[in-house]
């Protein structure tokens, strides 16, 4: 007599508890990626919508297999009497934080397993040159599946060796839904390569990886390091047959050999683009490879050279009417960056970032002056964030000069940041009568011009403790800073110094002089004012505090619980380390 046994009620708490850790990490990505950005609640409650509905749809198909199993005959059916596509689903979703513990397992579990290619669809790998058997034994068992594939290439190798791998891999090319590339390797008799100085720099010669035609490929990245030289050993060609990369959306090129560039395809399909330009190649040949995908929305060009950029040739700039984002890095003078953004960025632009090289600059005595002259107009900024950080000569590892960084916003919600900025006073000035929101570091406020005036300011937001700067500044600059609207002043209490996050004895007189001294203009008392970190320093009691600072503001709060380095980033909207991508 068969029996039909309802589903465990403590089985499906558990599956649900994992969907939902699932489900919030998803979110947890979202907030971080959405962190620079101000608060869209129709952005929100899409994502929402879509981690939501992903959880429900997981959930019904969990509840859709466990009837199945409960119309079978026996309840207690050992897994060799499963049916393959039951087996195969517990093996796909249950297991989503470990291994799926199991007393024994039967060469029927192990067929399923081996056989169902959605298994082996999504593979992460490191594989060494002269061990590559793994690699395409488990790229066999994906069959005819859509293939996502994360490839670390290590060891030394050879043009040889290279070639045999890529010829290999071949026939897995037209399957590649994604595809990521680290050839992290050497060469193997780097004293066969010989360096050679032509008219455009150094050049040597490399290990060639080939890219067949991959049509269902949506992203990729390609990148290469640890040459003889400690430059890229490797260089990635293409396939240039017409419709060999039709469907490719996002790519990372780079650090790479400069014959990657030499010939590339068109990708008009190409939305998002991330590359590592090399100095010894022209600006014409940049160009050559931007006009290849029309349909670019954000564009990301790492090591830019102003002596690569005033190439004549590269006279013919690329048409890229959709691009949204754009980003620069390098060693540029004005005229050269003014040139490159009339070439590059339309009007019609959202997001610039720049982000010059400043340590090379400094190094090798280059100018870069950066005083923004860009060809966008600045008004209408009203957020503002500044963080000072100590920048480390490559040579001698001397903490000598300081960089800032610059984020601002407008009220249209467009964004712009500015990495690694010399003189940013100036550019301060340009915007101070628009800005109402202000996030300074401790060390950058010293920068300001004297008597500044900020005033449309109704938000100032501080990071560090001004009298701890000061001691090392004899006499204190007064900045003065003129803020008739301000309504609130928030200081966060500590400083981060070579990397190190550090927090700071404080008393009220700290705060008082800053607030006397450092600001001028605002009416007593304000909305409120918030001090957050640290702790009060030995002979200062927490009433006493109060009852000093009480006056400045009709809601005074003082929370001594110490944050982190991350928790301060947060605080003033800075931006996290790999925004770009």
């Given amino acids: 007599m068969s029996s039909t046994p309802s589903v465990d009620p403590q089985a499906l708490a558990l599956v649900e508890q994992s969907l939902m850790r699932e489900c919030a990490s998803q979110l947890e990505a979202a907030r971080v990626a959405q962190a620079t950005r101000p608060f869209d609640p129709v952005k929100h409650a899409e994502v929402f919508s879509a981690v939501t509905a992903a959880f429900d749809a997981h959930k019904t198909a969990f509840l859709a297999l466990m009837t199945k199993v409960g119309r079978m005959s026996n309840g207690l059916a050992p897994v060799n009497h499963l049916p393959s596509d039951v087996l195969l689903e517990i093996l796909l979703y249950l297991p989503l934080e470990g291994r799926l513990k199991a007393s024994r397992v039967c060469s029927y579990w192990r067929s399923t397993a081996v056989n169902a290619a959605r298994l082996w669809a999504d593979l992460n790998l490191s594989v060494r040159a002269d061990k590559t058997e793994k690699l395409f034994a488990l790229l066999e068992r994906t069959k005819g599946a859509e293939v996502d594939l994360e490839l670390r290439f290590l060891g030394a190798a050879d043009k040889l060796k290279c070639r045999e791998i890529t010829r290999q891999l071949e026939p897995y090319f037209c399957r590649l839904r994604t595809f990521s590339w680290w050839a992290h390797c050497a060469v193997a008799h780097p004293e066969q390569f010989v360096l050679s100085w032509t008219d455009t720099g150094e050049e040597y010669k490399s290990l060639p990886i080939v890219i067949y035609d991959a049509p269902l490929l949506r992203r990729a990245a390609l990148k290469s390091s640890d040459g003889p030289w400690r430059g890229p050993a490797c260089s990635f060609h293409l396939s240039m047959k017409p419709g060999a990369f039709a469907a490719l959306e996002v790519l990372r090129v780079g650090p790479v050999v400069d014959d990657t560039f030499k010939k590339w395809p068109e990708l008009p399909a190409l939305i998002h683009l991330h590359i590592h330009w090399s100095a010894t190649l022209p600006g014409s040949t940049l160009y050559a490879v931007l006009r290849g995908s029309p349909a670019l929305i954000a564009l990301i060009i790492e090591g830019l050279d102003e002596f690569t950029l005033s190439d004549p040739s590269a006279e013919a700039s690329p048409m890229l009417p959709k691009l949204d984002v754009l980003a620069l890095s390098g060693a540029m003078d004005e005229s050269t960056l003014r040139r490159v953004f009339d070439d590059l960025a339309p009007s019609t632009i959202d997001e610039i970032q720049l982000m010059s090289k400043y340590a090379s600059a400094h190094m090798f005595s280059w100018t870069t002056s950066w005083n923004f002259g860009v060809p966008c107009e600045l008004h209408g900024i009203v957020t503002l964030s500044l963080v000072d950080e100590p920048a480390t000569d490559p040579w001698t590892g001397n903490l000598d000069y300081t960089l800032f960084t610059i984020h601002v916003g407008d009220g249209d919600e467009r964004h712009r940041v500015f990495y690694d900025v010399v003189e940013p006073a ?156």
């Avoid at 101070?432 to 005036?453: H, I, K, M, Q, Y």
């Avoid at 320093?537 to 982190?564: C, E, F, H």
Wanted: hydrophobic content about 40%.
């Fill in 426 to 581: 100036l550019f301060v000035d340009t915007i101070a009568g628009s800005l109402r929101e202000l996030s300074v570091d401790c060390d950058f406020w010293f920068t300001l011009s004297p008597d500044v005036e900020f005033p449309a300011v109704v938000s100032l937001s501080i990071l560090g403790l001004i009298s701890s700067v000061s001691q090392a500044r004899r006499p204190t600059p007064l900045i003065g800073a003129a803020m008739p609207a301000l309504r609130t002043v928030s200081i966060f209490v500590g400083t981060r110094e070579c990397g190190q996050f550090h927090s700071e004895k404080w008393t009220s007189l700290d705060i008082a002089k800053f607030m006397d001294l450092q600001i001028k203009g605002y009416s007593i008392p304000l909305e409120k004012l918030f001090i957050c970190g640290g702790r009060l320093a030995k002979g200062s009691n927490r009433k006493q505090t109060y009852a000093r600072l009480a006056p400045y503001a009709k809601r005074l709060v003082i929370d001594q619980k110490n944050i982190d380095s991350d928790r301060f980033d947060e605080l003033l909207d800075w931006i996290p380390e790999g925004y770009w991508d």
